[in-house]
Nanobody, 119 residues
């Protein structure tokens, strides 16, 4: 059984910062890409940023220059440092990981963590 558990969401004022964390646990052989997605009310889920096991990254245009994705392979953890947050960043943020486990390889999702940017 593989699980992704996120933490770090909350309420922050515009211009503030938050750091999200997501840790994978369970019967894991390897993790390829890890990433963060978000879904605002009434909108589709969208990619925010992702990172390969080698550290290659890519970002949505809305995240470039403000957000930084990183990972600790030894801890099976991915982070998202979010700076200069804006009201339009308000959404539920989901962790995603491409995991090879016992007898299965596929995408796993976390339960989501709410980020609210408001004064």
């Amino acid at each position: 059984q593989v699980q992704l558990v996120e933490s770090g969401g909350g309420l922050v004022q515009p211009g503030g910062s938050l750091r999200l964390s997501c840790t994978a646990s369970g019967s894991i052989f390897s993790i390829n890409v890890m990433g963060w997605y978000r879904q605002a009310p009434g909108k589709q889920r969208e990619l925010v940023a992702r990172i390969t096991s080698r550290g290659d990254t890519n970002y949505a245009d809305s995240a470039k220059g403000r957000f930084t994705i990183s990972r600790d392979n030894a801890k099976n953890t991915v982070y998202l440092q979010m700076n200069d947050l804006r009201p339009e960043d308000t959404a539920v943020y989901y962790c995603n990981a491409d995991i090879q486990s016992s007898g299965y390889r596929g995408p796993y999702w976390g339960q989501g963590t709410q980020v609210t940017v408001s004064s």
